[in-house]
């Protein structure tokens, strides 16, 4: 079994900056794929961003693409999204999610196992 928490979130105005962290417990995560989501009200929960068990690859959703950075630190089992030129459409609560089965990529339907999530609300 593998947890995960995330943290970091709050509220921010629009153009300012947030750094998100997921812990994982239970597991080295080293092997695999972790991401981010999201899910605002009312919407279904999308990718914001994924990121190979070295880091080497990465992908983003075009909504956060060149505003929003996602690394790890697999020496802490962690991993980051950094949040930078927040927009109120940011808003949404932000999920951690890892793939045990994939070494490059997690999507929605492909995450074993998922954080509790952390709001990020951000204010215009």
């Not at 709050?10 to 999201?38: D, E, H, I, N």
């Not at 009312?42 to 690394?71: C, H, P």
């Not at 020496?75 to 950094?82: E, F, G, I, S």
Request: some cysteine.
């Amino acid at each position: 079994q593998v947890q995960l928490v995330e943290s970091g979130g709050g509220l921010v105005q629009a153009g300012g900056s947030l750094r998100l962290s997921c812990a994982a417990s239970g597991r080295t995560v080293s092997s695999y794929a972790m991401g981010w989501f999201r899910q605002a009200p009312g919407k279904e929960r999308e990718l914001v961003a994924t990121i190979s068990w070295s880091g080497g690859n990465t992908y983003y959703a075009d909504s956060v693409k060149g505003r929003f950075t996602i690394s790890r630190d697999n020496a802490k089992n962690t991993v980051y999204l950094q949040m930078n030129s927040l927009k109120s459409e940011d808003t949404a609560v932000y999920y951690c999610a890892l793939n045990e089965h994939n070494r490059v990529v997690v999507t929605t339907t492909s995450a074993d196992y998922w954080g509790q999530g952390t709001q990020v609300t951000v204010s215009s």
